[in-house]
């Protein structure tokens, strides 16, 4: 049965856009490498520096600064104070679309406290302006004299350079945009594109050995000791070593997640518990990471001793004293994992941290962001709503964001980023925001945070080798008052394979690398080193200029996945239904061939049986050429577009409002105790079902056991009795004989049948469980 398609709305939508890689004569586009976006003219004005400015005050000196002007828009270069060969080296661009005038003016002003004097001006006629096609090298500025407002030559030159260009210049991206005019100058910084590099991450492993020679204060009790390690906000402890001595015993391994450059250090406190809640510290050393070895597989590195230091006060001042207490160690950084930063049902990297461990890249992958389209407002400013977009696209460490659009719901970015691809089987993330830092972030404040508008992922693997993608995908978020469409994005996407033989082979390698196979990490061990991983990387991307802000990145990394809610186990529930549902159809079918609904269907499944029969050679390859023409037959209905978000298998059209209030709440919850009380009853319920498939499965299980362990004397004599029957029936029967008496039994008429159950199965049900035995 095929699940309904999704409503018009959320759907997928196959875009044409006039890309320079789509259906263009060439002599229509220029010749670059952003051929996955439109192209967008701009007009480029780069102010380099000035000389021989003439004095206006009366000191003889001047504070100058530049406007650059075209139509209705204004360009302003910071300004110098006394200073008449200045030097700005700042480039303006302006988007061509919005040029209504015919005459670019570059005015030189002198900052004054009332009013700027003017000192020189220059005009460009936009018509005579060169065009730069790159890869040409940039154009080379040329000083200018310049004129005073009648056209006449004056005191003073300007350096310039001036161009029309498209946004694959490199003066793009820190380039000031017309289009952002209204965004005052400290904020410029916020709304510029930019790319990050996640910071290399580290699993550090430290076993804790033994300690010597601790001194307890309190002499006439068995000290309980433990080791407990701080490395930056995280900490973990041992368990009380089972040698309650002086010289105590764990052998116990404790790991954390440490982020390059290596800022703080490894901290660890032996301490002995205590009545009650209350430790002493009987000493600590200090261990720098830099100095840690760092290994590559699973081999073990040398052990250390490491003194232990301790702390005593006195008065104000606090003196450090060494004693003879030592603790031994194993550490080293095992570069022979992957660290997890990112959910694993959707990962963008596999690759271990060693760069030494990498393979080599089986291709290149293009994504153009060109636009979105539909916005709603995401705050309000000057009594209206606004939308500032920008995207963010995360591939294994590469993380690119592009410029902000200020106030538009249709916003044109038409920008191309480039990955190298070492695995297939990943995924891409594309994240759409609402930008929170400029203007103040609106009448209402906005908190002063990116608010997330929405979030595409493409799986590397379900797309075709060197095909353009180009798609407009649907930006769904879940509110609590539920799915919501926060408009469209326009995406193009193209994976290049430079060895199709490499790629191939990658289906035979282990996902994971090697390491996490030879000394492989609990789930709980990974959950937790994953969420301490992801809270390094939104740290550290938090803390770059401009910032990509931490709830952006959290949005990006599903941080909040592993959550429990109502809505998303229905999903998962069903989803295993539907797989499921291939063999419940399977079985449905056979059982119309036993009852004979279409006996001629029928009868050639007994030939068919009787021939594998006959010539058991023939089970396999029958097999796999079934497989083979079923996936031949299905290859016409493909998919032809990249998967998307599905609000249907997320069981997101449907949601109960409750359940969706649940989903939103904080953890632990912030709700009233009658409300966390009913949901605590419905849970209990729904885990009391649970309970009864999980105890239903138990007893059949048990029942199998029942068979040969005599729990019931005569049941088990019965099946042994019948096990020396059958096999001295088999031994003088051959086995062609007996498949067929069996398939002509199981597939007899229904005249030969009764509705009663069968005697296997009555034997079956009779059989004892432990089920009895539990209180």
């Given amino acids: 049965m095929q699940k309904p398609p999704q409503p018009q709305d959320f759907a997928l939508r196959e875009t044409s856009p006039n890309i320079g890689a789509g259906a263009v004569t060439p002599a229509d586009k220029l010749a670059c490498t952003y051929d996955l976006v439109e192209q967008m003219q701009y007009l480029y004005v780069r102010v380099v520096k000035a000389k021989e400015l003439p004095g206006k005050d009366v000191t003889g000196s001047c504070d100058p600064y530049v406007e650059v002007k075209l139509g209705n828009y204004k360009g302003v270069t910071r300004h110098f104070e006394k200073k008449s060969n200045p030097e700005w080296n700042q480039v303006f661009a302006f988007s061509k679309e919005r040029i209504q005038a015919s005459i670019m003016e570059v005015v030189v002003k002198d900052k004054d406290v009332v009013l700027d004097d003017f000192m020189g001006r220059l005009s460009f006629d936009i018509n005579e302006i060169p065009k730069r096609v790159p890869p040409d090298s940039p154009l080379a500025p040329q000083w200018y004299r310049l004129e005073d407002r009648k056209g006449e030559k004056v005191k003073g030159e300007l350096m310039l350079a001036v161009w029309m260009g498209t946004q694959a210049d490199e003066a793009f991206p820190d380039a000031w945009h017309s289009d952002a005019a209204a965004v005052a100058g400290h904020t410029v910084s916020h709304i510029r594109s930019k790319v990050y590099l996640s910071p290399k991450l580290w699993y550090v492993r430290v076993n804790v050995i033994e300690a010597q020679d601790l001194v307890p204060s309190d002499k006439s009790r068995y000290p309980e000791v433990f080791v407990k390690a701080i490395l930056g906000n995280q900490a973990l402890r041992t368990k009380i070593s089972q040698s309650k001595s002086i010289n105590p015993m764990w052998n116990e391994d404790l790991l954390f997640v440490v982020a390059e450059p290596f800022e703080e250090p490894l901290i660890l406190t032996v301490e002995d518990r205590l009545a009650g809640n209350k430790d002493e510290v009987l000493g600590r050393c200090m261990i720098p990471l830099?100095?840690?070895?760092?290994r590559l597989d699973h081999k073990p590195v040398n052990t250390r001793w490491y003194n232990l230091e301790k702390h005593i006060g006195e008065g104000e001042q606090k003196k450090e004293i060494k004693f003879a207490s030592r603790i031994h160690l194993r550490l080293c950084l095992d570069g022979g994992y992957h660290v997890l930063d990112e959910s694993t049902h959707h990962s963008s990297d596999l690759r271990p941290t060693a760069k030494q461990l990498w393979k080599s890249s089986i291709g290149i992958l293009e994504l153009g962001i060109l636009s979105a389209q539909g916005l709603i407002p995401a705050k309000s400013r000057d009594g209206r709503g606004s939308t500032d977009a920008y995207c963010v696209a995360k591939y294994g460490q590469k993380w690119v964001r592009t410029r902000t659009i200020v106030d538009s719901f249709s916003p044109r970015w038409?920008?191309?980023?480039?990955?190298?691809?070492?695995?297939?089987?990943?995924?891409?993330?594309?994240?759409?925001?609402?930008?929170?830092?400029?203007?103040?972030?609106?009448?209402?404040?906005?908190?002063?945070?990116?608010?997330?508008?929405?979030?595409?992922?493409?799986?590397?693997?379900?797309?075709?080798?060197?095909?353009?993608?180009?798609?407009?995908?649907?930006?769904?978020?879940?509110?609590?008052?539920?799915?919501?469409?926060?408009?469209?994005?326009?995406?193009?996407v193209r994976f290049t394979c430079s060895s199709l033989i490499n790629m191939l082979h990658m289906y035979s390698h282990p996902l994971l690398p090697k390491m996490h196979y030879v000394h492989p990490l609990s789930v709980i061990q990974l959950d937790s080193?994953?969420?301490?991983?992801?809270?390094?990387?939104?740290?550290?991307?938090?803390r770059a200029e401009p910032p990509l802000r931490r709830e952006v990145v959290e949005f990006m990394l599903d941080v909040d996945s592993h959550m429990w809610n109502m809505r998303r186990s229905k999903a998962n529930f069903f989803r295993i239904m539907g797989v499921l549902r291939g063999l419940i159809v399977v079985g449905k079918w056979f059982d119309q061939i036993c009852n004979w609904k279409n006996p001629l269907t029928t009868i050639l499944i007994h030939i068919l049986f009787i021939i594998l029969v006959l010539y058991p050679e023939l089970i396999l390859p029958t097999i796999f050429l079934y497989l083979f023409i079923i996936g031949i037959w299905n290859y016409r209905w493909r998919p032809r577009h990249p998967p998307h978000m599905d609000i249907r298998l997320s069981h997101a059209d449907a949601v109960h409002p409750d359940e969706l209030d649940e989903e939103f709440d904080s953890f632990p919850t912030s709700k009233a105790s009658d409300i966390v009380r009913m949901r605590y009853?419905?849970?209990?319920?729904?885990?009391?079902?649970?309970?009864?498939?999980?105890?239903?499965?138990?007893?059949?299980?048990?029942?199998?056991?029942?068979?040969?362990?005599?729990?019931?004397?005569?049941?088990?004599?019965?099946?042994?009795?019948?096990?020396?029957?059958?096999?001295?029936?088999?031994?003088?029967?051959?086995?062609?004989?007996?498949?067929?008496?069996?398939?002509?039994?199981?597939?007899?008429?229904?005249?030969?049948?009764?509705?009663?159950?069968?005697?296997?199965?009555?034997?079956?049900?009779?059989?004892?469980a432990r089920s009895d035995s539990m209180l």
């Fill in 681 to 768: 009853d419905r849970l209990r319920s729904i885990a009391g079902r649970v309970q009864m498939v999980v105890g239903d499965l138990a007893t059949q299980g048990e029942r199998f056991q029942s068979l040969l362990s005599w729990r019931d004397p005569r049941a088990t004599t019965l099946f042994v009795t019948f096990c020396l029957v059958a096999a001295i029936v088999l031994y003088v029967t051959p086995f062609q004989v007996v498949a067929l008496l069996l398939i002509f039994y199981v597939l007899r008429h229904p005249r030969f049948r009764h509705k009663l159950p069968s005697v296997p199965l009555n034997f079956f049900r009779r059989l004892p």
């Fill in 529 to 542: 080193l994953r969420h301490q991983a992801m809270q390094i990387v939104s740290m550290r991307l938090s």
């Fill in 290 to 294: 830099q100095n840690v070895q760092r």
């Fill in 414 to 492: 038409n920008e191309q980023y480039t990955w190298e691809v070492f695995d297939v089987c990943t995924v891409i993330t594309i994240g759409v925001f609402d930008n929170g830092h400029i203007h103040g972030g609106g009448d209402k404040g906005g908190g002063g945070k990116d608010s997330r508008i929405g979030k595409v992922r493409i799986r590397l693997s379900t797309l075709e080798a060197d095909r353009i993608y180009t798609h407009s995908y649907p930006l769904l978020v879940l509110h609590p008052s539920g799915v919501k469409k926060m408009g469209e994005v326009q995406l193009a």
